[in-house]
């Protein structure tokens, strides 16, 4: 029950701020901007609401990944429509750029720490590169067929509520979300080896 009880207050408490923070930053380029509206500021502003609401979060040892999801569900809905559509296209653009850097740099350093032979000393006294090697495998087929087991299934109970073929999720589809999710699983690759440490 406890357990229970810490994670709805986790949840609530990080929702809450994400949208207060989602929310304040409409108003805050809506309401205080007094007309001048130039594109730097207003992607500064959007950037920094967001980095402000992370912040916040990790302050008050809430969940700042999702405050930021929130905060960020909240700004697409309200501070979006605030800003001049320069703006817009300019932040679409940096924050996938941003994304894609992010993303990158996971990988790296998944894939560094997967074999680094001081951790895995750590972990065992007989450490040898292969077993380094064997546990990534099986960690990679691991996920390769939890996430199959979700996408295929659910795919096939989706399409039988669909009435027109152009609805329907394709094979292609299907393998494009199980590799998609993939990509995402690269987070619980890097937990599961914090976790060894």
Known sequence: LQFIGNFLYLFGASTFLGVASGLLSAYVIKKLYFGRHSTDREVAIMMLMAYLSYMLAELLDLSGILTVFFCGIVMSHYTWHNVTESSRVTTKHAFATLSFISETFL???????ALDIEKWKIVSETYSPMKSIALSSIILALVLVARAAFVFP??????LTKETPGEKI??????????AGLMRGAVSIALAYNKTK
């Open 154 to 159: 659910l795919s096939y109970l989706s399409n």
């Open 107 to 113: 990988f790296l350093y998944v894939g560094m720490d």
């Open 170 to 179: 394709s094979i292609r589809q299907q393998v494009i979300i199980w590799w």
